[in-house]
């Protein structure tokens, strides 16, 4: 299965690395070196996917090194991609250490300047352990599982220069679109190289020398683009955009995305697409399920979409970590509308001078940002739900990751989700603000009193800005019912609370969007297993196997009535 659901290669040779792999665990312990993988117990595992999906390593936190042959066709530079794996990477060819990465949630290269033809080993020592390793994922309320999660690839080249990637930001001029473009070429040759660029994009060519010194360089341009038509929720046009490079009139590397010509502005309260105002109306989606851990293949992906159509939703949070980019894909054709987010959740500013915290959070911002900017459905860029933003030294990392945002991409407004309320020092660093209020669940409140209590209270610190409520909700046990409507987890009580909180805030004048919590339910760390029956975050309006609950032909007809369109 391609890493994309855009053939993203016609030029370039492919070879997908999916499929089955042989994974070493330690026999005793938790611990397992590279270099000690031959000692380990073998157990086949389906690649993408996660260990916790087989039945001995259900509930496994330690080291694996998964492993498979690499039949090199023909020998070269060359690039081995993985979309995603959880949550810590080193990766090995024949024995040797090619690179690294943290974080199940964006993808990484390493780079091969000479690979040769021929059988190789291919490594990857994979750790989803808790504690100095990871400032991210951490005993959580979702559960941080282990394995290679998304597919990967290894990218033949034909020569050291090559597409990295080609960024297009839309623009309205006059009537018409513009793209503004960056295209980011590598090297992994010691000499500079030269080639022709070509990139094509909705009737606009743009062609050109490039001269690029060994490492690589970016070439900015902009294109007039004539048959770009605008994507939107009702009509998501996708515009191919292709990129080659070329000698002598002949291609010998490409890459290939789709670009949504559309605009996202902030006017006041409101969020205007294409210049009209948006009501953002959907649910706070995990990439969990109970039968694939956080490895959900396409179909499956689909199918939640299609249930998030169904319920009338015109928008998705991908609360609290960048999603595969063939969701984001999915999203792009079907129209939805994102709000993506770097990783971390809840944490308090003491769990925010973790070690390692800051600098792995901000990597993920850094990498969400430059890896999915081309999606035309994310619409508004998130960091660190209900993180220390009551600290000084909390406002420090907000106001680091927001300017990487407005660094990387200025099209797009950025928000965080807080539920600090009077404590919050950071209200006036986003653009979008976005509060998580749980009324008649964890505050013995109806969801008027409890948000026209904190606007009284604390509305001048969010002043005149786009505001959101990024999460309501109530659980609910799968198949326990309650006659009189009263009882905690019951579907009944769960069904009546979302009611009322769609009635209220889809309606809210001061809203601007809605992100009920959530699409389907969880498993939890162990850890929360106490605090959350049946060690499941059980507030979603399907189960974790998509089985719908009381609530939801409910909230499909206040959805479909707020936005008919949809
Ligand atoms: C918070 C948090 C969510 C989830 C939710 C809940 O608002 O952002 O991740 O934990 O609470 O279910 O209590």
Aim: aromatic share 8%; hydrophobic share 40%; net charge negative.
């Amino acid at each position: 299965m391609p890493i994309r659901l855009v053939a993203q290669h016609r030029v370039r040779q492919v070879v997908s690395l999916d499929g089955t792999w042989t994974y070493r665990f330690p026999r005793e312990g938790t611990v397992l070196a590279p270099e000690r993988r031959a000692e380990g117990v073998a157990v086949d595992l389906e690649v993408p996917g996660v260990w916790e999906t087989t039945v001995t390593r259900i509930a496994y936190r330690g080291q694996a090194v998964a492993c498979r042959a690499l039949d090199v066709p023909r020998g070269g530079p060359a690039l081995l991609r993985f979309a995603g794996v959880s949550h810590t990477a080193r990766v090995l060819v024949d024995g040797r250490e090619v690179g690294n990465h943290h974080n199940a949630f964006t993808a990484f290269d390493c780079a091969l300047p000479q690979l040769t033809a021929g059988a190789h080993e291919l490594a990857v020592w994979i750790s989803n352990e808790h504690g100095e390793i990871s400032g991210l994922h951490i005993p959580n309320d979702y559960y941080t599982y282990g394995g290679i999660n998304r597919p990967a690839e290894l990218h033949l080249l034909a020569d050291p220069l090559h597409l990295q990637r080609v960024d297009a930001t839309p623009v309205r001029a006059g009537g018409g679109w513009r793209a503004q473009c960056v295209a980011r070429l590598g090297n992994l040759g010691a000499t500079a190289a030269s080639a022709t660029l070509v990139v094509e994009l909705a009737g606009g060519v743009h062609r050109a020398e490039v001269s690029v010194p060994p490492g690589g360089a970016e070439v900015a341009f902009t294109l007039d683009c004539p048959g770009a038509a605008p994507w939107s929720p009702a009509s998501p046009a996708l515009a191919p955009l292709h990129a080659r490079l070329e000698r002598a009139g002949a291609a010998f590397d490409d890459w290939n995305d789709r670009i949504g010509f559309r605009t996202v502005e902030l006017r006041g309260q409101r969020i205007l697409l294409n210049g009209e105002p948006t009501f953002l109306l959907g649910f706070n989606r995990h990439e969990d399920h109970f039968e694939y851990g956080c490895a959900i293949p396409v179909a499956a992906m689909r199918k939640d979409l299609e249930i998030l159509r169904d319920l009338g939703c015109n928008a998705v949070r991908t609360s609290h970590y960048p999603n595969d980019e063939r969701f984001l894909d999915l999203c792009d054709e079907l129209g939805f509308l994102v709000w993506e987010e770097n990783h971390a959740r809840g944490q308090t500013v003491e769990a925010m001078r973790h070690p390692r915290f800051r600098e792995q959070a901000y990597a993920v911002t850094d990498e969400m940002v430059r890896q999915h900017r081309n999606h035309a459905a994310i619409v508004i860029w998130g960091v660190m739900n209900e993180c220390g933003s009551n600290h000084p030294d909390g406002r420090v990392m907000y106001e680091e990751q927001f300017a990487l945002i407005k660094r990387l991409d200025p099209s797009r407004p950025h928000t965080f989700a807080s539920c600090r309320h009077a404590n919050d020092i950071c209200q006036d660093l986003p653009d979008v603000i976005a509060w998580n209020l749980y009324p008649r669940w964890y505050h013995p409140c109806s969801p008027q009193e409890y948000l026209d209590e904190i606007l009284g209270r604390y509305g001048a610190q969010i002043g005149d800005k786009p505001f959101i409520m990024s999460e309501c909700g109530a659980g609910g046990i799968p198949g326990v019912r309650d006659p009189v409507r009263r009882a905690k987890w019951s579907e009944d009580r769960q069904a009546d609370i979302l009611v009322e909180l769609v009635e209220c805030y889809a309606w809210h004048p001061r809203l601007t969007g809605l992100f009920l919590w959530q699409f389907c339910d969880v498993r939890v760390d162990d850890s929360w297993a106490m605090a959350r029956p049946n060690a499941v975050n059980d507030k979603g309006i399907v189960d974790g196997w998509r089985r719908p609950k009381l609530a939801y032909p409910l909230i499909r007809d206040l959805f479909r009535k707020r936005l008919p369109s949809r």
